[in-house]
């Protein structure tokens, strides 16, 4: 009898530690884009009059890494970018064995997750993309409290639902918790669901967060923009 475990989810963890004045300039950015996200009908008017007319919650809508040449922090989102990359591509190496002999072209919008004490992050997905990174610049005051029973119960912990459909004996754990500390770097399927718990810390917790998209290889190389008639 052969066991094969077929479609695994690959987590990556790791401990990445900036340079303070690189992540005191991601914070400094990403607070101000955070303040300006009102603004979405100023900077974005077609996507916000469309999200309205249908009803549709919108989130974060730009690109740190597009407008990096726009902020006085350029530099420090220039070094963050091609950090997150290089972490991608060694996620790419250890997860899948694709290594730099292959060739990939990946695409990556950049964006923060501001908040502040009593916040959460609700269920959801990251869609047109394959994978996501989120690395924590600040988690407040201090480190979260310990988990009072269980781990999934701590403070903001990030919470990873399993993606399979209906798992029954013997996963009887359907979710998995990581809790968040300053340098937490995270990476993982772009479809796997997951939420945080409330953040109970002083002071704003904030994260970048990087949607990858692989453009090739794969089918996406394929694309064409069709002209509209
Ligand atoms: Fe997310």
């Known amino acids: 009898m052969e066991i094969r475990y077929l479609w695994p989810t ?7 530690f900036l340079d303070e004045p690189v992540r005191r300039d991601l914070i400094s950015v990403l607070l101000r884009k955070d ?3 009102h603004k979405i009908g100023i900077t974005s008017p077609e996507f916000e009059a469309f999200m309205t007319s249908k009803r ?3 989130s974060s809508h730009y690109n740190l890494f597009a407008e990096a040449d726009t902020h006085p922090e350029h530099a420090a989102i220039k070094t963050f970018e091609w950090l997150a990359y290089g972490l991608f591509r060694d996620y790419l190496h250890r997860a899948f064995d694709i290594g730099n002999e292959q060739t990939v072209e990946v695409a990556g919008r950049c964006f923060g997750n501001v908040q502040a ?3 959460r992050t609700f269920p959801h997905y990251h869609q047109s993309c394959d994978a996501v990174l989120v690395h924590y610049l600040d988690v407040g005051d201090g480190e979260p409290e310990p988990p009072s029973t269980t781990a999934r119960r701590g403070t903001h912990a990030l919470l990873l639902l399993d ?3 209906a798992p029954n004996f013997p996963w009887w ?3 998995s918790s990581i809790t968040p500390h300053r340098g937490l770097t995270i990476i993982h399927p772009a479809h796997v669901w997951h939420e945080t718990n409330v953040w109970r810390g002083e002071g704003s917790r904030v994260c970048i967060v990087v949607n990858f998209q692989v453009l090739k290889p794969g089918y996406l190389d394929l694309h064409r923009r069709i002209p509209a008639p």
């Not at 690959?10 to 990445?16: E, I, R």
């Open 35 to 37: 303040a300006e996200r």
């Open 56 to 58: 549709f919650y919108a």
């Open 163 to 165: 993606p399979r459909g």
């Open 173 to 175: 754990e359907k979710v």
């Open 10 to 16: 690959p987590v990556a963890q790791k401990m990445v």
């Open 117 to 119: 004490s009593g916040d």
